[in-house]
C-alpha cells in the first residue's frame, strides 16, 4: 500500500485526488548497534534510500504529483541537487505528465543524473549553484502555470511528514532526538509538523529535539548569513540560500533542538563508517548527521543513554565516484591460487 492510502486521514486529500503510488514509504528503522555502542545511545537509521527513487524526495513528490494530477497542472518543474528531479522524473512519468528539470551544470551525482534521464524528464543544466536553478524554476513555474514541486510546494512537506509517523509507529513514541542533514531545509520542518501532528492526535507522546547539519561550506543555518559559493562533498546539501530557512529556524527553537557543521572529511568518515560497521551504504549529505554526532561525542557533549532516529535520507547508490575516493579500488591479481594466497588470508 502507498503512503497517499496507508495516511489517507493525516493528508489533505479529496475524492478527486488520484491515490498513485511507486511503492513509497514504510521504509526500514533500522537499530545500528555497533556505531550506536560506540556512541553511548541507543540509535537507529531511519533508511529513506530504500524508497522507491532512492530517497526520502519520494514521500513529498508522492503527494505533490497527486495534487498537480487533480489540479490539471500542464507539467511539472523542479530545481534539484539531484534527488528531487530523479523523484519528479519518476512520478511524472507514472502519472503520466510531462517533467522539466533545472540542475547546477556539473554538480550532481552521476546516478541521479542517469535517473532524471532515463525516467524521460526534460533535463536542463544550468551555469550556476542551485540557488539559482531554483529561481528559475519558480520564475518558469510562473511563466507557464507548471506545477512547482521543490519543498517550497507545501504537499511536498506534508507528504515528508509521514517519515516522523513511522518512526512513532515503531517506536510506540517520539525519539528523544532526531536528526537529520539540512539542505534547503524542508526535511526538517516536515519532521518536526509531522511529530507535531501526531502528538495533537494522540497517536505519539512527546516530541524529539530536532537537530540540523550542514557541511560546512554550505552552513548558513549555522552561521546566519546567506553563503554565496555553497561547497561540499555532499551536493544533496550544497545549498547556499535554503527556502525554508525560517520554518526551519522556528521548528528547531521550539523542539530544543540546534543546527551544526561538520567537515566533509568528517562526511566521508561517517559514510565509511555506517557501511562497514552497519552494512548501511547511505550518500554523503545522508551521513552529515552521523558526523555531527561523532563530533557531539568527541566534544563530550553528546548525553548518554539517548534514543536517537538519524534519517538516511539518500542511498549511496547514486554516488559512487565519492565513495570510491575514500573506499579506493579493488585489488587486482592474476586468475590463479598462488595469486590469491599471496593476499588473501582468512
Ligand atoms: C534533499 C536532500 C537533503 C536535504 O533536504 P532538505 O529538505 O533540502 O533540507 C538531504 N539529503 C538528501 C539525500 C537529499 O536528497
Avoid at 530517497?55 to 497527486?66: P, T
Avoid at 489540479?71 to 528531479?85: F, H, L, Q
Avoid at 502519472?95 to 533545472?102: D, E, F, K, R
Avoid at 559559493?229 to 545549498?239: F, L
Amino acid at each position: 500500500m502507498g503512503l497517499l492510502e496507508r495516511y489517507e486521514d493525516l493528508f489533505p486529500l479529496t475524492s478527486a485526488t488520484p491515490r498513485i503510488s511507486l511503492g513509497e514509504g514504510n521504509t526500514p528503522f533500522l537499530p545500528l548497534r555497533n556505531v550506536g555502542k560506540s556512541l553511548g545511545v541507543k540509535l537507529y537509521g531511519k533508511v529513506e534510500g530504500a524508497n522507491p527513487t532512492g530517497s526520502f524526495k519520494d514521500r513529498g513528490m508522492v503527494l505533490a504529483v497527486a495534487k498537480a494530477l487533480e489540479g490539471r497542472a500542464r507539467a511539472v518543474v523542479c530545481a534539484s541537487t539531484g534527488n528531487t528531479s530523479a523523484s519528479a522524473a519518476a512520478y511524472s512519468a507514472a502519472a503520466g505528465l510531462p517533467c522539466y528539470v533545472i540542475l547546477p551544470a556539473g554538480k550532481v551525482a552521476r546516478g541521479k543524473l542517469a535517473q532524471a534521464l532515463i525516467y524521460g524528464a526534460k533535463v536542463l543544466a544550468v551555469r550556476g549553484n542551485f540557488d539559482k536553478a531554483l529561481e528559475l524554476a519558480m520564475a518558469a513555474s510562473d511563466e507557464w502555470r507548471l506545477a512547482i514541486v521543490n519543498s517550497v510546494n507545501p504537499y511536498r512537506l506534508w507528504g515528508q511528514r509521514s517519515g516522523a509517523w513511522e518512526i512513532c509507529d515503531e517506536l510506540g513514541r517520539a525519539p528523544d532526538w532526531c536528526v537529520l542533514p539540512v539542505g534547503n531545509a524542508g526535511n526538517i520542518t516536515a519532521y518536526w509538523a509531522g511529530f507535531v501532528q501526531y502528538r495533537r492526535m494522540g497517536k505519539c507522546q512527546g516530541v524529539p529535539r530536532m537537530v540540523g547539519v550542514q557541511a560546512q561550506g554550505a552552513s548558513p543555518l549555522v552561521s546566519g548569513v546567506e553563503c554565496d559559493k555553497p561547497e561540499t562533498v555532499a551536493t544533496a546539501i550544497r545549498i547556499g540560500r535554503p527556502v525554508n530557512a525560517q520554518k526551519a529556524r522556528a521548528a528547531v527553537k521550539m523542539s530544543g533542538g540546534f543546527f551544526m557543521a561538520v567537515s566533509d572529511e568528517e562526511i566521508l568518515e561517517a559514510q565509511s563508517l555506517l557501511a562497514s560497521r552497519e552494512g548501511v551504504f547511505a550518500e554523503p549529505a545522508s551521513c552529515a548527521p552521523l558526523a555531527g554526532l561523532m563530533r557531539l561525542k568527541r566534544d563530550g557533549k553528546l548525553p548518554q543513554a539517548t534514543t536517537i532516529a538519524m534519517i538516511l535520507t539518500g542511498n549511496g547508490l547514486k554516488d559512487p565516484d565519492t565513495a570510491m575516493s575514500k573506499a579506493g579500488e579493488p585489488v587486482e591479481v592474476d586468475g590463479t591460487m598462488e595469486a590469491l594466497r599471496k593476499v588473501m588470508a582468512p
